[in-house]
């Protein structure tokens, strides 16, 4: 019997993608509101009782109020806002992330989808948290750069729209001076850091797309580690992931520059170990579409791995 899916918020960027990767497939049955009905919460209710799993794409309060029309127990969520990400009884969607992190998914009635962010900040600096070469008491940084499309509408429209009042001609742009994103506290807790981290996120004048990195000086961590080291323990931790590789050392010393753009429009995340071994200096980077692994792509995966589907259906 084919599983029904209703995604509350299908017409946003995240829905849309979201839709994109599960049109056609013959072991789900969609259930959609036409325009005029998506805003009536009684047509909201009815379409998430009928629901086998229900994909939350709406902002934080929305994605809240939605979980009060549940009626049915058996109705399971996927929410890919921030609202639940650190919250207790929600298991974090971020399949990758440790060794049972499927299992657990699998089994849960409650998802919250990883921003995309931690996407990439946690799969760098988790394993070196868990294996010591990062105490977990250190000062980590995390840089990053994102397509305009992680701000959803109205950054778009900054962006694209020459007619919005918020219209831009920046090419690149810093934001969160004040220190404080909705990101960070889903950074502390999955990385296993004991203090949050200092963000320095960015964005860019492209679309979709996402550099996220962890700056380390080699020569003043504890435990002795060169850039081998880590590129090693990197592609242990992913080897069995079908969506996670590390880059070789040969494929980062090749390189000259990395594009944020690069792995659009799939579900992959690619890790780069660069270094300097002379200088005792490395900068790891994670590299991923916002939309995709960071979003869209992802809460398919969990989808597949909540109904029993191959994780890769779709993506």
């Known amino acids: 019997m084919a599983t029904k899916v209703f995604i509350d918020g299908e017409a946003g960027t995240t829905g849309l993608q979201i839709r994109a990767r599960l049109d056609q497939r013959p072991d789900l049955t969609m259930i959609r509101l036409d325009e005029a009905r998506r805003k009536s919460e009684a047509a909201r209710r009815e379409a998430i009782n009928e629901a086998d799993v229900v994909i939350l794409c709406l902002p934080d309060d929305a994605a809240v109020d939605a979980l009060s029309l549940i009626e049915r127990r058996s109705v399971r969520v996927i929410d890919a806002s921030t609202a639940h990400r650190t919250a207790q009884g929600w298991t974090y969607g971020f399949p990758e992330m440790a060794r049972d992190q499927r299992e657990t ?40 750069v994102s397509g305009y499309s992680g701000g959803g509408k109205s950054l778009i429209a900054a962006f694209e729209d020459p007619q919005a009042a918020s219209y831009t001609h920046d090419h690149f742009r810093l934001y969160a001076l004040g220190l404080g994103h909705k990101h960070i506290a889903e950074m502390q807790r999955y990385t296993g850091l004991h203090q949050p981290p200092l963000f320095a996120p960015s964005v860019g004048r492209f679309a979709q797309g996402m550099l996220v990195e962890v700056p380390l000086q080699l020569w003043a961590l504890p435990k002795a580690a060169g850039t081998d080291d880590i590129r090693a323990l990197l592609a242990a931790t992913y080897a069995d992931s079908r969506f996670v590789e590390v880059a070789s050392r040969a494929e980062c010393e090749g ?41 869209s792509g992802q809460a398919v995966q969990n989808l597949n791995i909540m109904i029993g589907a191959d994780e890769a259906t779709g993506l």
Do not use: M
Request: net charge positive; aromatic share 4%.
């Open 105 to 144: 998914i699998a089994s849960s009635r409650r998802v919250t989808n990883p921003g995309c962010y931690p996407t990439g900040a946690i799969a760098l600096i988790r394993p070196l948290v868990e294996h010591g070469i990062i105490p977990a008491g250190w000062p980590v940084t995390i840089n990053a």
């Open 255 to 295: 390189l000259a520059s990395l594009d944020p753009e690069g792995l659009n429009g799939t579900n992959r995340l690619k890790l780069f170990v660069f270094g300097n071994d002379k200088l005792r200096q490395a900068r790891l980077v994670a590299l991923l579409d916002n939309l995709g692994k960071g979003a």
